[in-house]
């Protein structure tokens, strides 16, 4: 989508990212209306103007993404795709009117007796009051991201999920389990975050050639470390915990941290499997590709058995830290340290960027396989090109639509880049409707950061 032009030194950046960053973040220190809380005690994040963060928009553009990939990828459904794209904000908004209204029915069960935050008065007024604010702050909220994925340094979205994180963290020191050892702990954290970095900054590539109006020779496109998302490993985590602590799990099952591993392990392989089959990186590359190859799945099939090998092993080691070496890995689980290390690679990526050029975005997009091909192609004309989120992205695939991918060029070799004539297929438009910004194709100019 197109915006009007614009040139931001490196320093600019900086001071924005910094200033959203900490708008965000002072937002969990201002009270919601009609909520009072009781004196010398701090206020809770879960009962301030910014309780619900991120999560009814990742809510809201994850349906709409889920949706779209149920939809074939052919030119006849780009109308209907681009229509519930149109979906993702007010899909957002339910979002958080649903949770809003939770979350009141929770403040209506707290007292002062208690010293917890509870509502002023009963009626009406406090439920309209608290439920519009928090849909109002979910609307800023994303308009915040969006100027911060612009203006600031990497995507605004990732920023704030990284908030969450340090809060996260601020909790644990100022609240340490009984029996965890500090010392231990951190050693095991950056020992499990550089490992992760290490695994995640190796990729294989794979020779792409796009039909087009013209012969195009391939190009080496570079894989993301993982074939599948690490939804799988989500979903396994909630449902192992969930069946553990309702007691339904046979005990065979739990009795020995070996068990427990091995039930873990067995789960995330089985419905990464799954995911994989369904809509993985050999299914999504092509169809976002037409006339890509090549038809032979070996690259694919070898990152989707290395990236499960990862994640199940990942799995192993936490729970022998956790269990042997009293490390409280619990600071950041595994499914959270994955993308918490992906955004420091997308932030060293980024500064490593805008420290040596002036970047002109050259287009976005919501899906992977597609920027990397661009990105390849440029690389192949010695163009320098970054992108934004690409390594959260990775994780993610297409399940996370509301970070999207910028393709940024620096500004002197911009119409270099728009010279390529980069092929835009219809079949290949992102989920979300955001068509590239690129040569031959009327009426948009790229941004010019």
């Known amino acids: 989508m197109a915006a009007p032009s ?125 439920v519009g604010t928090l849909a109002a702050a979910t609307a800023a909220i994303y308009l915040l991201g969006n100027a911060l994925t612009a203006w600031g340094l990497g995507n605004g979205f990732c920023l704030f999920f990284l908030v969450s994180m ?22 095991f954290f950056v020992l499990a975050a550089i490992l992760t970095g290490l695994y995640l900054r190796q990729e294989r590539r794979v020779e792409v050639a796009v039909a087009g109006t013209e012969a195009i020779p391939p190009v080496p496109v570079a894989l993301p470390a993982f074939p599948q998302t690490i939804l799988p490993l989500l979903a396994t985590y909630w449902l192992f915990q969930t069946l553990f602590r309702s007691g339904r799990l046979p005990r065979i099952l739990t009795a020995t941290l070996s068990a427990q591993v091995v039930v873990l392990a067995l789960l995330v392989a089985t419905l990464g499997l799954l995911t994989y089959a369904r809509v993985g990186r050999p299914q999504r590359f092509l169809a976002d590709l037409p006339g890509a190859g090549p038809a032979e799945p070996g690259p694919f099939t070898l990152q989707f058995l290395l990236g499960t090998a990862f994640l199940c092993g990942g799995i192993a080691v936490y729970a022998i830290a956790g269990r042997y070496a009293v490390a409280q890995v619990a600071l950041f689980p595994f499914p959270l340290l994955l993308p918490l290390v992906a955004l420091g690679l997308d932030l060293a990526e980024a500064l490593r960027f805008f420290r040596r050029h002036r970047g002109a975005t050259l287009a ?86």
């Not at 911009?414 to 992102?430: F, G, N, S």
Request: charged fraction near 15%.
């Open 166 to 187: 340090v809060n996260r963290l601020s909790a644990y020191l100022d609240h340490p389990p009984a029996r965890s050892s500090g010392g231990w702990t951190f050693v």
């Open 364 to 449: 976005t997009f919501d899906d992977l396989a597609l920027a990397s091909y661009w990105q390849s192609r440029l690389d192949a004309h010695g163009i320098p090109a970054l992108l934004t989120a690409s390594s959260f992205r990775g994780l993610y695939s297409r399940f996370l639509p509301l970070v999207t991918i910028d393709l940024r060029v620096p500004v002197e070799r911009l119409d270099e880049a728009r010279a390529l004539q980069l092929i835009v297929h219809p079949i290949a438009e992102p989920v979300l409707g955001l068509v590239p910004e690129a040569a031959g194709v009327p009426g948009l100019e790229p941004d010019q950061d």
């Open 6 to 130: 614009r040139q931001v030194p490196l320093a600019v950046r900086i001071l924005v990212t910094v200033l959203l960053v900490a708008l965000y973040a002072l937002g969990g220190q201002v009270p919601l209306p009609f909520v009072a809380v009781p004196a010398g005690t701090e206020i809770p994040r879960w009962a301030s103007v910014a309780s619900l963060g991120i999560e009814p928009l990742v809510l809201g553009f994850g349906f709409v993404g889920v949706f779209g990939l149920l939809l074939p990828a052919v030119p006849t459904l780009l109308t209907l795709r681009r229509g519930i794209a149109r979906l993702a904000l007010p899909a957002s908004l339910v979002c958080a009117v649903i949770q809003a209204v939770n979350l009141v029915v929770r403040l209506e069960g707290e007292s002062a007796i208690d010293r917890q935050p509870h509502l002023l008065a009963p009626g009406g007024a406090p439920w309209l009051a608290i």
